[in-house]
Nanobody, 122 residues
Framework: QVQLVESGGGLVQAGGSLRLSCAAS????????MGWFRQAPGKEREFVAA????????YYADSVKGRFTISRDKARRTVYLQMNGLKTENTAVYYC???????????????WGRGTQVTVSS
């Protein structure tokens, strides 16, 4: 049974930082692309970042490039999203997802966590 459990969300002021974590179990961690997506109220879920199976390649949405960093720790079976320079428009529920190949489309990902709320205040 695949489980993805996010943590690290919270309330932060604009310009601040948060580090999200996603602990994975029930899958061969090194065989999956890991992605972060987010969904704001009333909006469609959108791609934020993804990292290749061995962590050599990373992908970012244009809106977060240069501010967010995705990484993965094979030993801990965990993927991280370091978010710096947060903006109010980054407020959303952030989800971790796993897929066997890279995609920016959330509909392609079969495995999902329950999400963690990130709220950025002005």
């Amino acid at each position: 049974q695949v489980q993805l459990v996010e943590s690290g969300g919270g309330l932060v002021q604009a310009g601040g930082s948060l580090r999200l974590s996603c602990a994975a179990s029930g899958l061969t961690f090194g065989s999956y692309v890991m992605g972060w997506f987010r969904q704001a109220p009333g909006k469609e879920r959108e791609f934020v970042a993804a990292i290749s199976t061995i962590g050599r390649t990373t992908y970012y949405a244009d809106s977060v490039k240069g501010r967010f960093t995705i990484s993965r720790d094979k030993a801990r079976r965990t993927v991280y999203l370091q978010m710096n320079g947060l903006k109010t428009e980054n407020t959303a529920v952030y989800y971790c997802a796993a897929r066997s190949a890279m995609s920016r489309d959330y509909r392609d990902y079969p495995y999902w966590g329950r999400g963690t709320q990130v709220t950025v205040s002005s």
